[in-house]
């Protein structure tokens, strides 16, 4: 079955160091991978999103992925965290097994960057 | 261009009453996507609609339905509403099956 786990319910990070949000996944086939992020009281923000190509992936706000085949991995990273990163990350992977598309998401990972 | 917008974003109903949600995609996406998000369960998927017609369907019992309108627009209902159904709901809407933009989602409260 397709998945995908957030080992981590927090990170923790000072202001201004780099910052590692995890994720694996377990597909069939090749995978659809994005990242979102959720601010209190708000839906989900697109962050990145990988289909195909560069294994490194840019995004909004700062935000990069690591798209690893052989680890089945797809960490967000960040080079200098700054406070308004504090949010709730969630992962997705895009599921096509069924013949039909449906996006399984992770548990979340909060994020807390300290002053 | 607007994002996707939900209406009402705040509710709160009584147990065993029905809530209707409503859910405008972004213009030009066919593909709207229902979501519930609690603490405990994460983000649950309910259910999918494309071209008005349902397409996915998550694990959740048939108290929970939806519908999409010829103008991509749609409706989530929940009858008989449960204390367990208090959430926070989330609309997403996609072009082509790729990336889903989110709405601001409707927090729903049951006493």
């Known amino acids: 079955a397709q998945s995908v786990a957030q080992p981590e319910d927090q990170v923790n990070v000072a202001e201004g160091n780099p910052l590692t949000v995890k994720c694996t996944y377990s597909v069939s086939g090749n995978p659809y991978l994005f990242w979102y992020v959720q601010y209190p009281n708000r839906g989900l923000q697109f962050l990145l999103k990988?289909?195909?190509?560069?294994?490194l992936v840019k995004g909004s706000y700062g935000f990069e992925a690591e798209f690893n085949k052989s680890q089945t991995s797809f960490h967000l990273k960040k080079p200098s965290a700054l406070v308004s990163d504090s949010a709730l990350y969630f992962c997705a992977v895009r599921d096509s097994t069924s013949g039909t598309y449906k996006y399984i998401f992770g548990t979340g990972t909060r994020l807390k960057v300290l002053a | 261009k607007a994002g996707v917008t939900q209406t009402p974003r705040y509710l709160i109903k009584t147990r065993g009453q029905q809530v209707t949600l409503s859910c405008s995609p972004i213009?030009?996406?066919?593909?709207v996507s229902w979501y519930q998000q609690t603490p405990g369960q994460g983000l649950q998927f309910l259910f999918e609609y494309f071209s008005e017609t349902q397409r996915n369907k998550g694990n959740f019992p048939g108290r929970f339905s939806g519908r999409q309108f010829s103008n991509s627009r749609s409706e989530m209902n929940v009858s008989t509403l449960e204390l367990g159904d208090s959430a926070l709901y989330l609309c997403?809407?996609?072009?082509?099956?790729?990336?889903?933009?989110f709405g601001p989602g409707t927090r729903l409260l049951v006493l």
């Open positions: 213009s030009g996406h066919r593909s």
């Open positions: 997403a809407s996609s072009f082509h099956q790729e990336t889903q933009y």
């Open positions: 990988y289909i195909t190509g560069d294994n």
